[in-house]
Structure formats: C-alpha cells, structure tokens
C-alpha cells in the first residue's frame, strides 16, 4: 500500500507540473461529460482530481481484495508436500525443528534469487564449513546495500581464523558506522550482533579489546569472561598493558562502574590489586561494594591491601573493621582480620583469646593451626596451600 501511495504521488507531481504549465498558456479548460443520463460540466482541473480519486479508490479494494484472498487460500491450504509450502513456512518449519542438517539447502534454494541476500547466506554456510576463501569470495559479490551483513559476516569468520588485527579494524569502523535506512525496524538486534562481536574478540584477545574506543556494549556476561581472561592472562601482562587497564578502569569509574553487575565490579576489585598505583581506585571500589552489602572476599581483599603497606595505619584498619563489626552480623572474617592486627601490635594475648571463638569455622582453624606453626615457614606454606585449593576460601598474603 506505502508503494502505491507513493507511486499516485509521483503522478499527481507530474500533472499538476504539467496543467501548471498548459494552463498558463490556454486556460483552464472545459469539460462536459454526458452519461445514462448524468451529466458534468467542469474543467480540467476537477477533472483530473476526481479521476485521480476514482482510480486510486480502484487500486486500493484491488489490493486488500488480493490480500484478503491470498491469506484465505494460506489458511485453507493442507499441508501436503514440504515444496510446496510458503517461503516464510519452510524458514519457520527450520526454525522450530531447529533443523540444522537441512537447513543449508532449504534456505540456499529460498535465497536463490535474493539480489540482496544470495551470496550473504552462501558465504555464511562456506564460513560455517570453514571454507573462508571461498566465503570471503562469495561476499565481495554481495551489492553494497548489504555492507553491514557482509561486515558482521566477515568480522566473525576473521575471529575464527585469529585475525587480530584484521577483526579489531573492521570491527572499529562497523561501530562508527551510521546503519543504513533499512535496519532501523531491527536495530536492536543489529546492535546486539555487533555487541556479541565485541564479546568475541575481547574474550580471544583480551589485552587488544583496551585499544578499542568504543568499550562499554559487552553484555553482562561477555564482561565477566573479559575480566576473567585478564586475570587469567595478568602475569604475563607488560607495563603498557596495565597502564592501559588502568586507564579503563579510571573512564569508567567516571562514567558507568556504579551500574555494572556486582560479579564484575568484584573482578575489577582483583585487578586493581595486582595494578601498581591504583590503591585509591581499589579503595573507592573495595568501599563501594562493602556500602552496597558485606562481602566476605572483598572485605579480606580490603584488608590485605591496607596490611602490605610500607607502614600499615593499624589503628584505622581496627577501627574500619570495628565498624563494620557493629554494622554486620558478627563473622568469623572479622576475628580473623583482628588476629593479625594484635600479632602485627605484639597484643598476643587478645590474639589468643580470639583463637577460642568460633569453633568450628575454617578460618579460624587456620588460624589456630597457623598459630602453633608461625616459626616454621615451610610448614606454615604447605598450610596456606592446603588452605587455597578449595576456591571458597581466601588466598594468604599476610
């Protein structure tokens, strides 16, 4: 209906231009029309207004007529052959089946006179069968009008084959890059596709995603696996590279880091702490999370990073620790932190008294074990590993 609308306004363009100009040179004209019995007396310019009417009235029952009709016969028919369904009823079939080993053919015949889709969907399935020459063959073929299908194609089959660089440029310009008229109806699923690439590349190649200038569209989850692989990968960081996670960190402090998900503020917390110079950034965010709600992780990370200091303020971290003592439920971690202040203050008789508390909690077994074994420092590393190979419990430093 919008093609034919559009079409009638073309029309109407063209005459009006042309009775315009006949009109400035003979008149308006007149017209008389004599019909069982009916007659009309007008001019031109009536004239062709209402047979512009009559026929646009015409073509429109014509359309909703055929509309009406096909939809009928879709909904009579009897499915009898799989042929000899609806395009759109073979794609839906594929997609509740989930029918991979038929898809490639049925949606490459569908496809087969797409001038826009054609090559996309058959360099997809080469990519799919890693025939990447082949693929990347196939869309150079696609028309210009399907550039930004043919970018995400082309991004994903280059992170296949680790094409770091490649990838990282091709992906910088897609996110610059105004999508075309076509894609508004689905720009969020456009949006998502390019997000999900960004997710990729930074989970293979999670030092080069920092060179990007268009972070923050990870989801939530290709975030965390982000974050992981950095921890993962952090010793065999060079300076440069930390010095550029740490300039991550910074812009989003300032922007965003209140928002994002607990799991990944916690992670940014363990990469800060293996940073150099980022103790006031590890301390607002330690801060900010144990404000939001106690965490045991993140309030031993707090208090490892105040206790290796060059001159530790024990009385401050005694007095933090004494207000978040009264704030929380009382816990075993808080006993734990204090054991190393009054070892650390040569208080070792309050140390002892707080090896009496909590029987049964495996921290302060630790502690009681640890406190019998301090001199040894052989015994006291085959502890601590013993400690950490459960992940639930806390790694040592002190």
Not at 206 to 230: E, F, M, R, V
Request: aromatic residues 14%.
């Amino acid at each position: 209906m919008k093609k034919t609308i559009k079409a009638y306004l073309v029309v109407v363009a063209l005459c009006l231009l042309l009775l315009c100009i006949l009109t400035q040179f003979f008149g308006t004209g007149y017209a008389y029309i004599y019909f069982a019995g009916w007659e009309l007396q007008t001019n031109m310019w009536v004239l062709f207004a209402l047979i512009l009417m009559v026929s646009f009235c015409m073509q429109s029952l014509y359309i909703f007529a055929k509309k009406l009709l096909a939809r009928r016969k879709l909904q009579a028919k009897q499915a009898t052959s799989f042929s000899d369904l609806h395009p759109y009823e073979k794609l839906a079939i594929l997609w509740l089946l989930d029918a991979q080993h038929e898809k490639e053919s049925v949606v490459s015949q569908i496809f087969a006179h797409s001038g826009v889709l054609k090559q996309i969907i058959e360099a997809s399935f080469l990519y799919k069968q890693q025939n990447f020459n082949a693929g990347h063959t196939a869309l150079e073929q696609a028309p210009p009008d399907a550039y930004e299908l043919k970018e995400i194609l082309y991004i994903d089959a280059l992170l296949a084959q680790n094409e770091q660089d490649k990838a990282f440029w091709h992906l910088e310009a897609l996110s610059q890059h105004q999508p075309s008229a076509w894609l508004a109806d689905v720009k969020q699923g456009y949006e998502h596709a390019i997000a999900k690439l960004w997710g990729k590349f930074a989970l293979k190649f999670p030092w080069a995603y920092l060179k990007t200038t268009h972070y923050g569209h990870l989801s939530t989850q290709d975030n965390t696996a982000w974050l992981t692989a950095i921890l993962e990968r952090f010793d065999s960081s060079d300076t440069l590279q930390q010095a550029a996670l740490k300039e991550r960190y910074v812009s989003l402090e300032n922007t965003c880091i209140e928002d994002t998900a607990r799991e990944n503020k916690i992670l940014w917390l363990k990469i800060l702490a293996r940073c150099e110079n980022t103790g006031q950034e590890h301390e607002r965010l330690a801060n900010h999370l144990l404000d939001e709600q106690f965490d045991q992780e993140v309030c031993f990370m707090w208090f490892e990073q105040h206790m290796c200091a060059i001159e530790p303020h024990y009385v401050m971290i005694e007095q933090q620790i004494d207000t978040w003592q009264r704030r929380y439920t009382d816990a075993p971690i808080f006993n734990f932190m204090k054991w190393y202040i009054y070892q650390a203050t040569k208080r070792h008789a309050e140390a002892n008294q707080l090896l009496t508390t909590f029987p049964d909690n495996v921290l302060m077994n630790y502690l009681r074990i640890k406190s019998k074994i301090q001199h040894d420092e052989v015994l006291t590393e085959q502890l601590n590993q013993l400690f950490e190979t459960n992940t639930h419990f806390l790694k040592i430093h002190l």
